[in-house]
Structures are given as structure tokens and as C-alpha cells.
């Protein structure tokens, strides 16, 4: 699918649920695409693009810089603290934010930095033991850690819905826990669902396959 047909149906389902389009940031996520996809998907117009992996993200976003104007990268993967510096470096936003090491650090490496990443916290909505992210019951807890013991601007949550379920039962729940939380970004959708989530309230769609074809397996 061309990256105007996906622009479109992010429109059309904005529209449809009473919202703006414009308030809805579509990541296009490059990982593991061949540089010729991703400098085609840039000659298209896209800037906001999302990448799973730091040093990954190091081998090709500066050069792809050099070349093109206000590129916006999100970093939708893990982040190890280890990482964290070259992660500022590169990155506009991280969605992956999901445990006081990890806040510790990032609010260390930022102050020193002088200006913060947007910072996502990842919700494990599904309550899956091999995936990362904050418990919902532990949401509250975390958030004001953040805000209040690292002084993180939080912009908003994130999630990764378990394979086998609903989704938008997941997106509904994000939004409801983002909400009494007081943060306006939802980071959720992706290439198979980025509409029903669009109508629960995504802020920030992350949409690969859809828009690059499929991945080639690593
Ligand atoms: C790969 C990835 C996506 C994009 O997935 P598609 O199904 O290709 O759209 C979105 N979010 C995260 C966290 C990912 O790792």
C-alpha cells in the first residue's frame, strides 16, 4: 500500500470519530526496511519515522539526515540503560519507557543534555510475563515517580496489544488509564489496526508492514 492510501485512511478514520486528522502523528516504522524503501518513503514526504533499535537506528538516520530536512525519529523498542546517551542523541521521542532504572538514568542523561526526548511510558496492558512494559496497577505509582522523584516530562503511555486478543479492548484501557493520569498522548496502532485505535484516541500511530511491505526475516 502506497504511503497516500495510508495518510488517507488515517484521515478517513479521524474524520469519522469526530477528530482532527491533524492530531494524529503517523511514525512510519523502518526497521529492518532497506535504505532504497526508506529513501523512497522520504522522496513521499514522510519525516516522522520509528525504529526498534539504537544501533540500528545509528547506521542509517544520520546519513538519511544529511540528505533530508526535519526528520522526526521515535524510538518504539526497548531501551537499556547502557543506550540511554546515544538514544538522546538520535531520537525525538521514546515510547518505551517502563522502569525507574531506566527513569533514573534518562533523567540524569537529560538534565545533563539540557532538553528532554517526548518520553511514553509502555504499558503491559496484557499482563504478558515475556513482554516489557508497566503493569496497569502500577501506572500511577510510576507516573508520579516519574513526574515527581526524576522531574520527567511524561507526554503520554504506549502500547503493544498481545497477538491473540481484541485490540481495542487494549486501546480503550490505555486510554482510560492515560486519562487519569492527565496525559494527552496514546501511542497505539499499528499496520493491522491503527483504525480502531484512531477511534479510541491514538495520538501516535506506528505503522510499518503497511506502508514498507513486509519486513524481511532477520
Ligand atoms: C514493528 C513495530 C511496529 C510496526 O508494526 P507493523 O505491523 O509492521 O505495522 C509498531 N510498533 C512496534 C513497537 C514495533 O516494534
Redesign the pocket.
Known amino acids: 500500500m502506497s504511503l497516500l492510501e495510508i495518510q488517507e485512511r488515517v484521515a478517513v478514520a479521524a474524520i469519522k470519530s469526530g477528530r482532527n486528522p491533524d492530531a494524529v502523528s503517523l511514525i512510519a516504522?523502518s526497521?529492518v526496511q532497506p535504505n532504497a524503501r526508506v529513501k523512497s518513503v522520504l522522496d513521499q514526504g514522510q519525516r516522522i519515522f520509528?525504529e526498534?533499535k539504537v544501533q540500528e537506528a545509528q547506521g542509517k538516520w544520520p546519513d538519511f539526515r544529511a540528505q533530508y530536512s526535519d526528520i522526526i525519529l521515535h524510538l518504539?523498542?526497548p531501551l537499556q540503560t547502557n543506550k540511554v546517551k546515544p538514544a538522546l542523541a538520535l531520537f525525538d521521542a521514546i515510547h518505551t519507557l517502563d522502569r525507574p532504572k531506566l527513569a533514573r538514568k534518562l533523567s540524569t542523561e537529560i538534565q545533563a543534555l539540557g532538553h528532554a526526548p517526548q518520553l511514553f511510558i509502555q504499558v503491559n496492558t496484557g499482563q504478558e510475563p515475556q513482554k516489557s512494559g508497566v503493569l496497569p496497577d502500577d501506572l500511577d505509582g510510576f507516573v508520579s515517580q516519574c513526574r515527581n522523584e526524576f522531574d520527567l516530562p511524561i507526554a503520554g503511555l504506549m502500547v503493544?496489544p498481545p497477538i491473540n486478543e481484541e485490540p481495542s479492548l487494549h486501546f480503550a484501557l490505555l486510554a482510560k488509564l492515560a486519562k487519569r493520569n492527565g496525559l494527552a498522548g496514546l501511542s497505539m496502532g499499528?499496520?493491522?489496526d491503527f483504525e480502531s485505535a484512531i477511534a479510541l484516541g491514538a495520538t501516535h500511530i506506528?505503522?510499518?508492514?503497511?506502508i514498507f511491505g513486509a519486513?524481511q526475516p532477520a
Request: no cysteine.
Open positions: 516504522v526497521k520509528g526498534n518504539i523498542g503493544i499499528m499496520s493491522s506506528r505503522v510499518g508492514s503497511a519486513r
